[in-house]
């Protein structure tokens, strides 16, 4: 029967290094992981960073539009044998707040 974990992340970032390595490394399915903001806005998490972030042009600065609203949510579902795995991904990916289904 599959199971679920569930973490938040500060930043999309974060979330989508996460999604990488659990498809990558752990080899589990992209459909079977969706990310979502926590609260019914947009979120591109809660921190500056990615594109958001000013880069290496001089006069460049952060962006103001940036969707601040929120930690971003990233749900895996995945087969018995693979929790520690995927916990362990989340967690060094920077997830707060696992929860398990």
Do not use: C, Y
């Amino acid at each position: 029967m599959p199971q679920t974990l569930t973490g938040r992340f500060e930043t999309r970032r974060e979330a989508e290094l996460a999604i990488e390595r659990l498809v990558q490394q752990e080899s589990l399915d992209r459909q079977s992981i969706s990310v979502l903001p926590v609260g019914k806005d947009n979120s591109a998490g809660t921190q500056i960073s990615g594109s958001d972030q000013p880069d290496a042009h001089a006069g460049s600065r952060e962006r103001e539009d940036a969707a601040l609203r929120g930690p971003v949510q990233v749900s895996v579902s995945f087969p018995e044998g693979r929790a520690e795995a995927v916990r362990q991904a989340l967690q060094e990916s920077g997830a707060r707040d696992l929860s398990a289904r």
